[in-house]
């Protein structure tokens, strides 16, 4: 859902229509409902229609338009967000294990209540989290690979799998965010931006944390390496297809 934001995004800024501002909101709505650390989608979008309608169209009443948009899209937000909740609900009508973190007659409650609890109520355990892990990582460590990788076991046959990110794509990302504040290019600054927004909460988190929250600010990081590379290769098209392809 984070890609499909950048994507929806690069489309928006091309054609500039209705149907793409839904799909931008959307994406990022299901972005956040996978993981609440995806809110960064949303100030990508913010960036995106400032440039659009202030640096690059520089029009007089592009802040009003701004917050029309702003408004469609936060009503976009609102709304798939409960109705996602809502699903989320309607699918998991027998008791379980996560009962014990909500209320007792929490299941009693109106639909409306129930699911702002419920986000309250997991963004609070998630904030409180104090379990450690032996393949829990750091965030300094993930930019550069040093961390170990995570080890899951698959089933029962003695089958496991180690996740790690590619570490190319991963020290790219970090030079990416970088170089992104340095060009002149605003789409590329913006990437660095939302990597920075997506990354720098987690110096603050003291819960157990692994490389795989490292993967939002990674995609904006290598999409900001991308534009920035295209500033350096315009006349050299195929190195650049080339380039993301590699990535």
């Not at 501002?21 to 809110?39: D, E, N």
Request: proline share 4%; hydrophobic share 55%; net charge positive.
């Amino acid at each position: 859902f984070v890609a499909l934001s950048i994507f929806a995004t690069a489309l928006e800024e091309r054609y500039q229509t209705l149907p793409w501002l839904i799909l931008q909101a959307f994406a990022a709505t299901c972005a956040f409902c996978t993981k609440f650390t995806a809110a960064g989608c949303f100030i990508l979008i913010a960036l995106s229609h400032i440039k659009i309608l202030f640096i690059h169209n520089r029009r007089p009443d592009w802040f009003s338009i701004l917050f029309i948009r702003g408004v469609i899209v936060s009503i976009i937000f609102f709304f798939f967000l409960y109705v996602i909740m809502v699903i989320h609900l309607k699918l998991m009508p027998k008791n379980g294990y996560g009962d014990l973190y909500m209320q007792q007659d929490f299941r009693k409650l109106s639909m409306p209540v129930r699911v702002f609890k419920l986000l309250a109520a997991m963004y609070r355990y998630n904030a409180n989290l104090q379990i450690d892990h032996p393949y829990q990582s750091k965030w300094y460590q993930w930019p550069l690979c040093l961390y170990d990788p995570l080890f899951v076991s698959v089933d029962f046959n003695a089958r496991y799998i180690f996740l790690l990110s590619n570490p190319v794509a991963s020290i790219l990302s970090l030079l990416g965010f970088v170089i992104g504040f340095f060009t002149r290019d605003f789409t590329s600054f913006s990437y660095s931006v939302v990597y920075l927004i997506s990354y720098a909460p987690f110096i603050l988190v003291d819960r157990c944390v692994f490389n795989y929250h490292y993967e939002i600010p990674l995609m904006f990081g290598i999409t900001a390496f991308c534009m920035s590379l295209s500033q350096f290769l315009v006349r050299y098209r195929k190195v650049q297809i080339g380039f993301a392809f590699v990535i």
